[in-house]
């Protein structure tokens, strides 16, 4: 977390130079939002990314950096493919829909950074 906390703070600084302002997006997970059984270490993981961007959010405020977190229901990917039929796995398969890596992207793209 201290690299992505420098990392971050050196590419903001050098977007705040050159286009006065920009938008930190970090991807978490519904697994941020709640405690999920059997996958303990990534939804801890996700809870920190949703922690950390909300409080970034409050420290940046008034600098022209803008912090956003997702917290998208499960998306398609190879990892969702191996909790299937997973023990403990059922909160995971309740959503309604899956979303694909390019539905996060679009909104990303068509509803975060307009």
Not at 31 to 46: D, H, M, Q, R, T
Request: charged share 20%.
């Amino acid at each position: 977390m201290a690299a992505c906390e420098h990392m971050l703070r050196q590419t903001a600084s050098d977007a705040l130079t050159k286009a006065r302002g920009c938008h930190v997006i970090n991807i978490s997970s519904v697994a941020g939002l709640l405690s999920v059984p059997g996958i303990a270490l990534y939804s801890s993981s996700k809870h920190a990314v949703r922690s950390y961007t909300r409080a970034l959010a409050v420290e940046l405020k008034g600098t022209g950096v803008h912090a956003t977190v997702l917290c998208p229901a499960p998306v398609t990917t190879p990892m969702l493919n191996e909790m299937e039929g997973k023990r403990d796995a059922d909160i995971i398969f309740a959503a309604e829909s899956l979303f694909s890596p390019e539905d996060i992207a679009t909104a990303i793209t068509d509803d975060i950074m307009v």
